[in-house]
Protein backbone atom coordinates (compact mmCIF):
# COMPACT_ATOMS: atom_id res chain seq x y z
CA UNK A 1 0.00 0.00 0.00
CA UNK A 2 1.46 3.51 -0.90
CA UNK A 3 1.29 5.74 1.76
CA UNK A 4 1.45 9.42 1.60
CA UNK A 5 2.28 12.34 3.77
CA UNK A 6 1.54 16.17 2.89
CA UNK A 7 3.64 19.14 3.81
CA UNK A 8 4.05 22.83 3.24
CA UNK A 9 0.91 24.48 4.64
CA UNK A 10 1.06 27.46 6.49
CA UNK A 11 -0.42 30.83 7.34
CA UNK A 12 -0.42 33.12 4.66
CA UNK A 13 -2.30 36.49 3.57
CA UNK A 14 -4.51 37.12 0.99
CA UNK A 15 -3.28 37.21 -2.09
CA UNK A 16 0.06 35.38 -1.66
CA UNK A 17 0.68 31.97 -2.97
CA UNK A 18 1.85 28.46 -1.08
CA UNK A 19 2.93 25.21 -2.16
CA UNK A 20 1.94 22.19 -1.15
CA UNK A 21 3.99 18.67 -1.52
CA UNK A 22 2.73 15.17 -1.37
CA UNK A 23 5.21 12.67 -0.90
CA UNK A 24 4.59 8.56 -1.81
CA UNK A 25 5.83 5.99 -0.40
CA UNK A 26 6.05 4.26 -3.77
CA UNK A 27 4.89 4.93 -7.28
CA UNK A 28 2.18 8.23 -7.52
CA UNK A 29 0.76 6.54 -10.11
CA UNK A 30 0.35 3.37 -9.38
CA UNK A 31 -3.68 4.41 -9.02
CA UNK A 32 -3.85 5.99 -12.46
CA UNK A 33 -4.29 9.35 -10.93
CA UNK A 34 -3.50 11.44 -7.54
CA UNK A 35 -5.84 14.09 -6.01
CA UNK A 36 -5.95 17.03 -3.46
CA UNK A 37 -8.41 17.69 -1.64
CA UNK A 38 -8.97 20.07 1.18
CA UNK A 39 -11.58 20.38 4.16
CA UNK A 40 -12.55 23.90 5.53
CA UNK A 41 -14.48 24.15 8.82
CA UNK A 42 -17.91 23.43 8.80
CA UNK A 43 -17.70 21.91 5.42
CA UNK A 44 -17.64 18.24 3.43
CA UNK A 45 -14.14 17.54 2.40
CA UNK A 46 -13.49 18.13 -1.74
CA UNK A 47 -11.28 17.38 -4.60
CA UNK A 48 -10.03 20.96 -5.51
CA UNK A 49 -7.27 19.00 -8.37
CA UNK A 50 -6.28 16.22 -9.64
CA UNK A 51 -3.61 14.88 -12.19
CA UNK A 52 -3.73 11.96 -14.29
CA UNK A 53 -0.84 9.35 -15.48
CA UNK A 54 0.42 10.97 -19.01
CA UNK A 55 -0.17 14.32 -17.31
CA UNK A 56 -3.86 15.53 -17.60
CA UNK A 57 -5.13 17.65 -15.02
CA UNK A 58 -8.65 18.58 -13.44
CA UNK A 59 -9.66 21.61 -11.12
CA UNK A 60 -12.43 22.12 -8.87
CA UNK A 61 -14.17 25.71 -10.39
CA UNK A 62 -13.56 27.48 -7.08
CA UNK A 63 -9.24 26.84 -7.58
CA UNK A 64 -9.22 27.22 -11.84
CA UNK A 65 -6.27 29.86 -13.29
CA UNK A 66 -5.16 29.83 -9.32
CA UNK A 67 -4.02 26.21 -8.47
CA UNK A 68 -1.76 24.21 -10.46
CA UNK A 69 -1.09 20.14 -9.52
CA UNK A 70 2.08 18.85 -10.95
CA UNK A 71 4.28 15.72 -10.20
CA UNK A 72 7.74 14.77 -10.23
CA UNK A 73 7.57 11.03 -10.96
CA UNK A 74 11.38 10.49 -10.13
CA UNK A 75 11.05 11.77 -6.71
CA UNK A 76 7.26 10.29 -6.40
CA UNK A 77 6.03 13.41 -5.15
CA UNK A 78 2.88 15.33 -6.38
CA UNK A 79 2.66 19.26 -5.65
CA UNK A 80 -0.07 21.59 -5.64
CA UNK A 81 1.42 25.36 -6.24
CA UNK A 82 -1.72 27.81 -4.98
CA UNK A 83 -1.44 31.39 -5.54
CA UNK A 84 -3.87 34.06 -5.04
CA UNK A 85 -4.88 32.63 -2.10
CA UNK A 86 -8.36 33.57 -0.30
CA UNK A 87 -9.58 33.48 3.13
CA UNK A 88 -12.03 30.78 1.41
CA UNK A 89 -8.93 28.72 0.50
CA UNK A 90 -8.86 28.06 4.68
CA UNK A 91 -8.89 23.92 5.07
CA UNK A 92 -7.13 21.34 5.93
CA UNK A 93 -5.39 19.98 2.49
CA UNK A 94 -4.64 15.90 1.64
CA UNK A 95 -3.54 14.21 -1.00
CA UNK A 96 -5.27 10.91 -1.96
CA UNK A 97 -6.29 8.44 -5.02
CA UNK A 98 -9.32 9.77 -6.36
CA UNK A 99 -9.37 5.76 -7.67
CA UNK A 100 -10.07 4.43 -4.23
CA UNK A 101 -13.26 6.94 -3.75
CA UNK A 102 -11.78 8.02 -0.57
CA UNK A 103 -14.61 11.15 -0.39
CA UNK A 104 -17.33 7.54 -0.31
CA UNK A 105 -15.42 6.63 2.64
CA UNK A 106 -13.00 4.12 1.04
CA UNK A 107 -9.72 3.94 1.80
CA UNK A 108 -8.04 6.35 4.29
CA UNK A 109 -6.25 9.52 4.87
CA UNK A 110 -3.14 10.74 6.41
CA UNK A 111 -2.80 13.95 8.92
CA UNK A 112 -2.96 16.32 6.04
CA UNK A 113 -1.47 20.22 6.05
CA UNK A 114 -2.93 22.95 7.40
CA UNK A 115 -3.62 26.05 5.23
CA UNK A 116 -4.68 29.37 6.76
CA UNK A 117 -5.47 32.58 4.51
CA UNK A 118 -5.74 35.75 7.04
CA UNK A 119 -4.60 39.30 6.97
Known amino acids: QVRLMESGGGLVQPGESLRLSCSAS????????IGWYRQAPGKQRELVAAIVIGGTTRYADSVKGRFTISSDDAKNTVYLQMNNLTPEDTAVYYC?????????????WGQGTQVTVSS
Open 26 to 33: GNIFSKNA
Open 96 to 108: NFPGDRPLLGFGS
